[in-house]
């Protein structure tokens, strides 16, 4: 599985939580592995949102152990709808938690990693904020 290729941390918290991965996330990560591209047509529930993220934080996860975790937004997810920032909230904090977590029972010592949702009406002052300190 697609899964095993994530680094230890990741591949940890991910088994810990869910049985196995979902066609659609297991031909995913095939593909974003090798290179390619995916596009992930599946239906409601089946861990697509999951899946387009969980590559990213690996990515994340690897540069910040190896101490090349830079100070700026290096992925960038677009959502045509606001009301679907809970959705996307919950598919990257709770596993930048579990995995940071994870990292830390392996004895990992994990940097923060840093997620924020932004939307039309995030205020200025919080965009500003988001320039100083930005998300990766």
């Known amino acids: 599985m697609a899964i095993e290729h994530f680094h230890p941390a990741v591949s940890a918290w991910f088994t810990q939580r869910f049985p196995a991965p979902t066609p ?31 590559h990213a934080i690996d990515v994340l996860v690897r540069q910040g152990l190896n101490g090349e975790l830079a100070e700026r937004t290096t992925v960038l997810y677009i959502s045509p709808l ?13 596993p930048l938690l579990g995995i940071a977590e994870e ?30 300190r930005p998300p990766h």
Request: charge should be positive; charged fraction near 20%; proline fraction near 4%.
């Open 82 to 94: 606001k009301a679907l920032s809970n959705d996307v909230n919950f598919n990257l904090e709770a």
């Open 24 to 54: 659609a996330q297991d031909a995913a990560w095939r593909a974003i592995r090798t290179g390619g591209h995916a596009l992930i047509a599946a239906p409601t529930g089946s861990g697509k949102t999951l899946a387009a993220f969980l």
């Open 103 to 132: 990292a830390m029972r392996q004895g990992l010592l994990l940097p923060e990693i840093r997620s924020q949702v932004r939307t039309g009406d995030t205020p200025q002052s919080e965009r500003a904020l988001m320039r100083k």
